[in-house]
């Protein structure tokens, strides 16, 4: 059974950047995709960004398009880990940030249902 831990996450000026981290641990191989998710207070959790962890799409990154530009995610598979990079905040991306990780397919990969494991989530707040 996969176990997600995320860490990295702050309280950050406007234009400020952030590096949130998420280390997987008992049975990555297992899964075929990792991805970042965020729920902001009295709104649905939403799509952020995934990465393949395996297979033939092996390293291929997939983002919502609001934060392209913004957001870079990536992975380091021998520590097991993945990361989301995420410059000039802005005071919409306050949220609480999950990582995930599970086997979605393609239609799927960008819904809460595609991911069977969750971390606890890291609070991001962007405020003056």
């Known amino acids: 059974q996969v176990q997600l831990v995320e860490s990295g996450g702050d309280l950050v000026q406007p234009g400020g950047s952030l590096r949130l981290s998420c280390v997987a641990s008992g049975g990555a191989s297992s899964i075929n995709a990792m991805g970042w998710f965020r729920q902001a207070p009295g709104k649905e959790r939403e799509f952020v960004a995934a990465?393949?962890?395996?297979?033939?799409?092996?390293?291929?990154?997939y983002y919502e398009d609001s934060v392209k530009g913004r957001f870079s995610i990536s992975r380091d598979r021998a520590k097991g880990a993945m990361y989301l990079q995420i410059d000039n905040l802005k005071p919409e991306d306050t949220a609480v940030y999950y990582c995930a990780a599970g086997r979605p397919i393609l239609s799927t990969l960008r819904t809460v249902r595609g991911y069977t494991t969750w971390g606890q989530g890291t609070q991001v707040t962007v405020s003056s």
């Open positions: 990465i393949r962890w395996s297979g033939g799409s092996y390293g291929n990154t």
